[in-house]
């Protein structure tokens, strides 16, 4: 690949299309992606290059909050690494760690805040003990769908908003990913009543799992590894993850057989890709450009992939493994609909700039509703008339 090229004008539009293109053929796996010492290299050289710099290559470190080689969301930091190690011809050099092979899943944005790691690939609701306003930029319940938080992030000052979060712990993050709509998640027994979530113990992370509190369950934050044993063990009654495709390469219907929709909790899941703020500001602009491109791939590519396995999968989990499918009364998504909006409004206060986010945030939310109501909606509703197609 010609770099002076990729970094022109024209190219420079063109590199997300044409790096999600080439993915269709490129079998990504860690040999595809130098393993160097994994070494980060500091910014900080008081004027005496760095060895990795003279040779002409930069080790850095990506830390993921995912099983190693997982479908979907394990391999887009992979993807990711690849792209940006190929497309600077090997100029930076990107290690990654799956959960725990470095650091705990939950550990990964502390190691890149404090220069540990480099970068880290995971979902930013994880980070909301650092601030609750970090769930606007992955999803909160009854939030926006993925392409109306991504029209917010690129269009309508979200990112700007993400960048001075993020600039307090000292990291740049960018959109890497997107699950869509999840599931509602997976019960050992069924939901009929709001009376039937009091005393259930469910894993569900963010703002979701606040929002069950407040109707009587137990929410439990484990990481993506952790959720089988716990489920398998009676340790927690029922848990949400992705969609069909991910929790059917867990297994879930192994345990539980109830698959329950829609996923109130997280209409367009958003994943990141954040990098320490000193290792970010010491790139070259052409380093930077090849970063933020393959992370705009790499957000189109797995939007797409998570869409064209999804329906597989739950034809499997219903025809194969006999899960039940059942979906949420209107008395029990109101009820949900209306503790949501509390729990939200709670996140975007008790800082001014949390306060900014949230207002931003609705703002974006209330456009979306506007344009969905009148063209997609209604769009989806006549396409399941009984007409021969």
Known sequence: MDRRKLLSGAGLIATAGAATAALGTLAVTRSKIRSGSGDSVSPKTDGIASPAIISGKRHLKLVTTWPKNFPG???SPERIAARITEMTDGALDI???????????????DAVSTGAADMYHGAEYYWQGKSKAFNFFTSVPFGMTAREIQAWIHHNGGQQLWDELS?????KAFVAGNTGNQMGGWFNKE?????DLKGLKMRMPGLGGEVIRRLGASAVALPGGEIFPALQSGAIDATEWVGPWNDLA???????????????????????????????ESLPPSHKAIIQQACLAENEFSAAEFNAFNTNALRALISKHGVQMRVFSDEILTEIGRVSGLVVREAGTGDELSERILAAFLKARMQGMELSAINDEPYLAARRLGFTY
Not at 95 to 109: D, I, P, Q, S, W
Not at 271 to 280: E, H, I, Y
């Open 73 to 75: 969301l394990g391999m």
């Open 95 to 109: 290690k990654v760690y799956a959960a725990g092979e470095l650091v705990g899943a939950f550990e990964a944005f």
């Open 250 to 280: 867990f297994g879930f219907y192994k345990i539980a057989k109830f698959y329950y929709y829609p996923g109130f909790h997280e209409p367009g899941a958003q994943l990141a890709l954040g990098l320490n703020l000193d290792v970010w």
């Open 191 to 195: 939901i009929n009543s709001l009376d």
């Open 167 to 171: 600039a307090k712990f000292r990291i």
